[in-house]
């Protein structure tokens, strides 16, 4: 045991933390955040995935595809079986709220897209930083990108980025009030006012769509809780895939005038881009 946690995790977070030679003899090369979304995304053509063929494809070794397997499913994005894993339910027909569909659904949704804007978002933490990390599959694959970090500060509202972040070393706070199901996400007024008294360096927020008028989210509850994190920061970064462009959802969060900076995969669509030019929002496009 170190600082509370078990040795296993700790050896998991240091391997993420600096990439090297495996206990195979290879070399690994893609990051964890990246090697989890096309673990997923291989779901889509296959209800069945072999270590052997996760390897081959990811360029890692088996024991790299073996821990990336046991982590997800302790996650529940997947079933662990003998030589390889299943998806965790049916990809087929799925059945979800006509406004919000199940995260895991939404985790499945542009996966590899997802990661490369986690990656350039990551790029954007400086050291000693104090980060607000909202809820939504974007702001996860950010946490997994910071999860080997051990210098920032983490505010969060969301139980899977403070149970993912934890495994590492930085500093993690989690908001208090009432538990959101299956988001996880914390919501409340007890919520809102424990931002009120804390400055955030920068605070990152997930987003189910932005148009001229604004950016959205499905829940009128979280939207509350990422209008505080937003109120408490001094630059506000959204992350939002680019199947995003142009829609809308039940809850207006902020116009585009609150935000700093979009970060995306795509460049977006000509009046959307002049808009977010109009209001001063910085886009970054992930390579």
Known sequence: MENGRPSDIKSDADHEANPGRDGEGRTERVPAALRHARIIASFENNDFVSIASLADELGV?????????????????????????????????????????????????????????????????????????????????????LAPRRDLRVFTNNLRVSMLMAEGKST????????????????????????????LDKVFIGVSG????????????????????????????????????????????????KVSVLVTDAAPPADLAAALNQHGVRIIVAA
């Open 210 to 257: 932005v148009d001229a008028n604004g950016f959205y989210d499905y829940s009128p509850e979280d939207t509350e809780v990422k209008r505080a994190f937003i109120a408490s920061a001094g630059s506000v970064i959204v992350l939002c895939d680019s199947s995003k462009f142009g829609r809308r959802a039940l809850s207006r969060i902020v116009p585009l005038e």
């Open 61 to 145: 070794s088996g024991m790299t595809v073996r821990r990336d397997l046991d982590l997800l499913g302790k996650r529940g994005l997947l079933e662990r079986t003998h030589g390889g894993a299943v998806a965790a339910g049916p990809l087929a027909a799925p059945t979800f709220d006509e406004d919000e569909p199940p995260f895991e659904q939404r985790m499945r949704r542009q996966a590899v897209e997802k990661s490369s804007i986690a990656a350039a978002a990551a790029k954007l933490v400086a050291s000693g930083e104090s980060v607000g990390l909202d809820v939504g599959t974007s702001i996860l694959a950010l946490a997994s990108a």
């Open 172 to 199: 993690v706070y989690i908001l208090g009030g009432q538990v959101r199901v299956p988001e996880y996400s914390v919501i409340g007024p007890q919520a809102v006012e424990g931002l009120k008294s804390h400055f």
